[in-house]
């Protein structure tokens, strides 16, 4: 193992530079996921670049290169869709079942039934209600609240019409889908609808089954993401910026160090809540430790960041790195993206390992199951734990000495309001910034990171050139850990933007890149850019928008249902760092693009080089420039306003 690290530098495996310090003094015996990518590479034919693979039935696994056909006939086209498709599915699944749970405890906190959880936001209750077409009026916010969670649940199963949620949506956009048929009937149903077309011997069609992949991922992002997004700010309240600092360095050596780590608000909002409890304040002390730490990883991170300003350590890439600090009393797992070797490094360690969702068990890990009617409880017993556990802290602990400010919370509501004020609330100012060319487009820039590429590397380095353009930048999940560990989102980034993005952030007082929260939360994105539309100027559908998304470090199949459902409203989206599994065929690539560009007025690609990606995107969003004769309007911005009124008559 110690021979193997000598081929890569710290800095060649990560941008961040705690996890770098934590690399180089880190136990050479021990394996982490980085060494892992080294001494075991990713199968070629798996990742479709030089063939594909399937294994859909018992005749199989089939590996096929370029003419070649499975067992059964199946096409490297057939099996490409089937198998971006399948990702889809699942990763569709894992948003919506997490938004089910929260519809479901939505309905008993209304009946005060779930323990440490009330609606916190009943303004924003009223306004999802109206929107499930739920009368609200003359009602108390109780009832309201069942009413909600009843109707929301039922979006799930439902077996036919549509997903109501999707009225958020422009109504040309909403039309497009109906046109296309992507409409989504129910959430379940899509997915397994889908795993059915998928199954051996059912849809050959590559475009047919591309049809049911878009109408699947829509129930992601039209349906199960958004509810979640929704009923978490109802129930955890609607998020306002928070200052925050971040990285492995936010552990404190003196108190006991708590990590929160997957996806889900509600056990992990408790426990942050209770950090500052008294009486198990005073406990600490009694074992020894000033105080109660508690710190996040991934997107539950993410959740208690943009709601509390609880510090994120660091992002997918960092979980086994903050167990070997041997700082950690208690890392507390609820779903997603909980790496299975976090069981194998805690054996080295006195940190203890929980996990506290029936949907996941880790080998190694203690069970400590949440219960909606047990979140108060549960929460302190797991403090208490990682309390006792203090004193088995071994003496020498090793923190990074680095540390970032951040910004985050920027919620949909929020952007509205920093831009119009509370009572004239309006994407106005941003889009009169966006028509006048002191900002030039939005990218989210989203999604996870990569063993297989540099921890970070892209999504900063896109960050930069993007915001140097004058190009604002909204970032969900990873993305947006990576970006504030390495100090973009701060006010003191603003020098990195260019003149025109820098006035508008001044005048606003926001940084230049804005921490819209978790993956679930890229449904944030999607109303923002519903509202953008809305607000007029900028065209009537999402894709008349300069505006555009990228995954650079994608890894989880969650982020191919994400990267489907912005192409599906409108956006051009392009990944990068590993190869979407579709690469070994034009067929289906042709599909993803210009066949969804025609149909839908977005695609989704892959560009491996970087520098090609970040062009592309400018070219995309100069060409939607173009089409709403913004291009011309800048240059006469900048010579007269006579000029500018007669743009009217370009
Ligand atoms: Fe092979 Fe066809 Fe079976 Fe796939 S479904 S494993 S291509 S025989
Ligand atoms: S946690 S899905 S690695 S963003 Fe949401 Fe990060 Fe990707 Fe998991």
Redesign the pocket.
């Known amino acids: 193992m110690a021979k193997d690290k000598e081929k890569r530098k710290p800095e060649d495996i990560s941008s961040d530079a705690a996890v770098c310090e934590m690399l180089k003094n880190m136990d050479p015996e021990l394996s982490t996921v980085f060494d892992r990518s080294e001494s075991m590479k990713a199968c070629p034919i798996g990742s479709s670049v030089s063939g594909i693979?399937?294994?859909?039935?018992?005749?199989?696994?089939?590996r096929?290169k370029e003419g070649k056909?499975?067992?059964?006939?199946?096409t490297m086209g057939?099996?490409g869709a089937?198998n971006l498709a399948r990702s889809i599915a699942a990763g569709a699944s894992a948003h919506s079942d997490h938004g089910r749970d929260l519809a479901h405890l939505l309905g008993l906190a209304a009946q005060d039934k779930a323990e440490g959880v009330k609606i916190k936001d009943p303004e924003k209750l009223i306004e999802f209600a109206k929107v499930l077409d739920i009368k609200t009026e003359g009602r108390e916010i109780s009832e309201i609240g069942v009413e909600v969670s009843e109707k929301a649940s039922s979006l799930f199963g439902q077996q036919t019409g549509e997903v109501d949620v999707i009225k958020i949506a422009p109504e040309k956009r909403q039309e497009i889908w109906r046109k296309n048929n992507v409409v989504p009937r129910g959430v379940d149903r899509e997915v397994v609808e889908m795993l059915h077309r998928t199954n051996?011997?059912v849809d050959q069609d590559v475009e047919n089954i591309l049809n049911q992949a878009v109408r699947c991922a829509m129930s992601d992002g039209w349906g199960g993401s958004l509810i979640a997004t929704e009923i978490s700010d109802i129930l955890f309240s609607t998020p306002k910026p928070n200052k925050a600092k971040t990285t492995l360095g936010m552990l404190k050596e003196d108190e006991v160090n708590i990590v929160i780590h997957g996806h889900e608000p509600t056990l992990s909002d408790i426990i942050a809540t209770l950090a500052d409890n008294e009486e198990l304040l005073e406990y600490a002390k009694t074992k020894g430790a000033n105080g109660i730490n508690v710190v996040g990883i991934c997107c539950t991170a993410n959740e208690v960041l943009m709601r509390q300003g609880v510090a994120p350590i660091g992002n997918f890439l960092s979980q086994e790195l903050a167990i070997m600090t041997r700082a950690v009393e208690a890392m507390i797992v609820d779903v997603q993206c909980i790496m299975q070797s976090l069981g194998e490094v805690t054996k080295n360690y006195h940190t203890k390992l929980i996990t506290s969702s029936p949907k996941c068990k880790i080998p190694g890990a203690i069970h400590m199951q949440f219960e909606e009617n047990n979140g108060l409880k549960l929460a302190k017993e797991i403090i208490k734990l990682a309390i006792d556990n203090y004193p088995n802290r071994a003496k020498e602990v090793c923190i990074p000495d680095i540390k970032s400010d951040l910004i985050a919370g920027f919620s949909r509501e929020y952007i509205k309001y920093m831009l119009g004020g509370k009572f004239r609330g309006s994407f106005r100012p941003l889009n009169d910034a966006i028509i006048d060319g002191r900002i030039q487009g939005v990218v989210g820039i989203v999604g996870c990171n990569n063993a297989r590429c540099t921890h970070d590397k892209y999504h900063n380095y896109l960050t930069k050139e993007f915001i140097s353009r004058d190009y604002l930048v909204v970032q969900t999940g990873c993305g947006a850990l990576s970006t504030a560990k390495c100090g973009l989102m701060k006010s003191e980034a603003m020098e990195l933007a260019g003149d025109g993005l820098r006035s508008i952030c001044e005048a606003v007082g926001i940084p230049p890149v804005l921490h819209l929260g978790s993956c679930i939360d890229n449904s944030r994105i999607l109303t923002v850019v519903s509202d953008m539309v809305k607000e007029g100027g900028l065209g009537d559908d999402i894709s008349d928008l300069p505006i555009a998304g990228v995954a650079p470090e994608w890894m989880s199949e969650k982020a191919l249902s994400i990267g489907t459902y912005f192409a599906a409203s409108g956006a051009y989206v392009a990944f990068s760092g590993e190869p979407i599994p579709v690469e070994s065929s034009i067929e289906v690539k042709e599909e993803m693009t210009k066949g969804w560009q025609k149909k839908y007025g977005g695609q989704l690609e892959y560009i491996a080089d970087i520098d090609e990606l970040l062009n592309k995107v400018i070219e995309v969003i100069q060409d939607k420039r173009k089409a709403l004769k913004l291009d011309v309007a800048k240059e006469r911005v900048l010579l007269d306003m006579e000029a500018r009124r007669s743009l009217k008559d370009v």
């Open positions: 693979c399937c294994k859909n039935c018992s005749m199989g696994p089939c096929l056909t499975g067992l059964c006939g199946a057939t099996i089937r051996m011997g």
